[in-house]
């Protein structure tokens, strides 16, 4: 059966993609935790790895990000959905027979 996507809620997109990104952010300031404890010690001013706080804001900043620009996403993709009918996906009966 084929169903179309006309309207996406764009807070509740941005809320959703806020704590996704958020997670991720974690993930990927473990892995930039990393590099930093590694990382050979650089004497050049503005060389070498970011510092701690960059670490510790990256899941924030990561989570700003997606509660701006996804619901920005959102609505644009609603007035656009509006001019040409939106996407449209294919979905079955999730019951086994």
């Known amino acids: 059966m ?10 509740q997109a941005g ?8 997670i991720m952010g974690i993930v990927l300031a473990g892995v930039m ?3 930093i ?7 050049a001013p503005g060389e070498g790895p970011p ?3 960059f670490v510790i804001a990256m899941p924030f ?3 700003l990000a997606g509660i701006v620009f996804v619901p920005a996403a959102c609505w644009l993709y609603n ?4 001019w040409v009918g939106g996407i449209e996906i294919t979905v079955e009966d999730g019951r086994e027979s």
């Not at 084929?2 to 807070?11: F, L």
């Not at 007035?79 to 509006?82: E, N, S």
Request: charged share 10%; glycine share 8%; aromatic share 16%.
């Open 2 to 11: 084929t169903r179309r996507i006309v309207r996406i809620a764009p807070w």
């Open 15 to 22: 809320k959703v993609a806020a704590v996704l990104y958020f």
């Open 33 to 35: 935790a990393l590099s």
């Open 37 to 43: 404890i590694f990382a050979p010690p650089n004497p």
């Open 51 to 53: 510092g701690w706080g």
């Open 61 to 63: 900043l990561y989570a």
């Open 79 to 82: 007035l656009v959905a509006g």
